[in-house]
């Protein structure tokens, strides 16, 4: 198993481009959530999902949207890049049914500059 | 979302045991409560998750109070790999979609 994976690792935009960050999982897991995480901060939710065709909010959504067309994919778009977006964003699974035990699983993250 | 308080920074020498204390004034009585680990460039990875009492496993070991308003991640002669940052975080499992990182402790292992 891959476990989850991110592409691209790194990606340098200019101010106003646009991008999509991909997340894939194979672990079969219904949740999947994006967060990006600021120097010395901890972790940010920006959206998850909690089944295939499911989006939602988290905490700092603004300037981002999400699909989760399949189930082992959920896809980040930035539309307007902007120099507020630089950061390193994080992808993670998780799977409901394993009940109490609530393990996010991590992917090796994708570090993005916008100039 | 039960919100969580950590201290932001610890030193530690080589070969000793770290305790890392967590509080949750509000925790729910359904909430878990879960410890990462995340290395520098790198995606948080799971630790500990326990309830009550004490947990263990082959990383670390986890007590839980009886009030269950704070817990303690328990790191045994820790090396110099150990250094990272460690999250708390408290949620309610399955019926819990989201779960609220902190900013952790960032623990510093000295030689």
């Known amino acids: 198993n891959a476990g989850v994976t991110q592409t691209p690792k790194f990606r340098v935009l200019k101010t106003g481009q646009s991008m999509t960050l991909l997340c894939a999982q194979d672990?079969?897991?219904?949740?999947m959530y994006w967060y990006r995480q600021d120097p010395g901060m901890g972790l940010r939710l920006i959206h998850y999902s909690v089944g295939e065709g499911t989006t939602a909010k988290g905490e700092v959504p603004d300037g981002y949207n999400v699909s989760r067309l399949k189930k082992q994919n959920f896809l980040l778009g930035l539309e307007s890049a902007a120099p507020s977006q630089t950061s390193v964003y994080f992808c993670?699974?998780?799977?409901?049914?394993?009940?109490?035990?609530?393990?996010?699983?991590f992917g090796p993250g994708t570090r993005l500059t916008v100039l | 979302l039960a919100k969580t308080t950590q201290p932001i920074s610890m030193d530690s020498y080589e070969g000793q045991e770290v305790n890392i204390t967590c509080s949750h004034n509000?925790?729910?009585?359904?909430?878990?409560i879960t410890w990462y680990q995340q290395f520098p460039s790198q995606g948080p990875r799971f630790i500990i998750q326990g309830y009550k009492t004490k947990v263990t496993n082959e990383v670390a070991s986890l007590f839980i109070p009886a009030d269950r308003k704070s817990s303690t991640l328990s790191l045994p002669r820790v090396s110099l790999s150990d250094t990272a940052v460690y999250y708390c975080l408290v949620a309610s499992g399955a019926g819990s979609y989201q779960l609220t990182f902190g900013k952790g402790t960032k623990l510093s292992v000295i030689p």
């Open positions: 993670a699974s998780r799977d409901p049914g394993q009940g109490a035990q609530d393990t996010q699983y």
């Open positions: 672990m079969n897991h219904e949740y």
């Open positions: 509000n925790i729910a009585t359904n909430d878990y």
